[in-house]
Structures are given as C-alpha cells and as structure tokens.
T-cell receptor
Framework: QKEVEQDPGPLSVPEGAIVSLNCTYS??????FMWYRQYSRKGPELLMY????GNKEDGRFTAQVDKSSKYISLFIRDSQPSDSATYLC???????????????FGKGITLSVRP | EPEVTQTPSHQVTQMGQEVILRCVPI?????FYWYRQILGQKVEFLVS????????KSEIFDDQFSVERPDGSNFTLKIRSTKLEDSAMYFC???????????FGPGTRLTVL
C-alpha cells in the first residue's frame, strides 16, 4: 500500500461549484497535513496546513483531517477559474524543521474550473 | 514577500556530465531541502540539510548526489555523473525556526540527453 494516495483526476467543474479533494494515508505517524497548489511548471505553493483532526477554514478553502480514518480533504467553495491548478496533499511526521520533517506527497489532482 | 529562488530554470546536459543546481533560500531560514518531480509522478524528497550537514536523505540520494551551502546564501545540489533517469524538475525548499512549513522555489527543469 502506498504511503499517500490521492484521488485520481483530472477533475472539471463549473464555476461556483463546491470541490472536494481527498487523500488517504497508511502511516499513522503522520501528524502534519498540508495542501499545496501547483501551477504548470511552477513550484508547489502552500495553501493550508493543519496538525489536528477536525476542520480548518481559510476563506473559500476548508481543510479536514480525520486521523482515525487516515483521511484528509480539501474543500473549495464557490470555485473560480483561477483555482484551476494541480492540488497536492502532503504529510510529515514532524513539523517543518528537523529530521523526520520530510514531506510525503500525493500524486496530485488537476482541477479545471470552467467559466 | 520573501521567496526561494532557483537557477537555472532549465538545464540541458549530456549523460555522464556533472550539473550543479543552485538555490537561494529565504534569508532567515535554517533548514533546507531538495525534492524532485519526474514528469507525471509525485514530488519526492531527496535530502534535508541543517547546520552544514545532512539531516536526512532518501534512497534516491545516492553517492552521485551531494549538497553544499558554500556561503551564507546559496544552497546547491550537485549530480556528479548524470543519468537519463535524472531528468526531472528539482525543487529547493526552506523553512525556519518558528515556522512549521516549507516554502518551495520555482524549480529547475533538468533534461539529460
């Protein structure tokens, strides 16, 4: 079983739709969970970061973590064409510094929001 | 806003040649990382670096790879003898004390012919 699995894509939605992106993981040692957005031929850009089960909201974005099910989600409300990008989930055992802070990524899902 | 920069944006080299990829991390950051992304595949961890030594490395990071912080601003990844399968995007990232997140540069696309 792969350490981090992400729903395959691509995903195409109309503008204004609610988008749900999901990842599962097998390593129960993961404590920190991130969502990155990556535009074509660019580096990953951090969107959301959380280390506890539950929901974390930032504007139109909500990150949800369920450690008991080893499942994380990113919800995008009122999606816009500018949200079109590849979304990567990432996880680490520790926070952003020190040993064991390496990020393990999902494969990414490409989202297209149609005007 | 401070950002991680990388040069060159695209490097083309012949198999067996040495390449050096350069990164300038965010200025007050102390932890540095290299990741790579082969086309169509996941972003993969290569190595982390702190206090002038490697903290952790993946099995990909074999003897052909090395990292260095030659001065107070640059962080480099050297591949001694490139192989075709080294063709990928290479991302540098940095993080600092008090931050729990890693900030990525725009990447260097390495093409080995």
């Amino acid at each position: 079983q792969k350490e981090v699995e992400q729903d395959p894509g691509p995903l195409s939605v109309p503008e204004g739709a609610i988008v749900s992106l999901n990842c599962t993981y097998s390593n129960s040692a993961f404590q920190y969970f991130m969502w990155y957005r990556q535009y074509s031929r660019k580096g990953p850009e951090l969107l959301m970061y959380t280390y506890s089960s539950g929901n974390k909201e930032d504007g139109r974005f909500t990150a949800q973590v369920d450690k008991s099910s080893k499942y994380i989600s990113l919800f995008i409300r009122d999606s816009q064409p500018s949200d079109s990008a590849t979304y990567l989930c990432a996880m680490s055992v520790l926070g952003g510094t020190g040993a064991n802070s390496k990020l393990t990524f999902g494969k990414g899902i490409t989202l297209s929001v149609r005007p | 806003e401070p950002e991680v920069t990388q040069t060159p944006s695209h490097q083309v080299t012949q198999m067996g040649q040495e390449v050096i990829l350069r990164c300038v991390p965010i200025s007050n950051h102390l932890y540095f990382y290299w990741y790579r992304q082969i086309l169509g595949q996941k972003v993969e961890f290569l190595v982390s670096f702190y206090n002038n030594e490697i903290s952790e490395k993946s099995e990909i990071f074999d003897d052909q790879f090395s990292v260095e912080r030659p001065d107070g601003s640059n962080f480099t990844l050297k591949i001694r003898s490139t192989k075709l399968e080294d063709s990928a995007m290479y991302f540098c990232a940095s993080s600092g004390l008090g931050t729990d997140t890693q900030y990525f540069g725009p990447g260097t696309r390495l093409t080995v012919l």
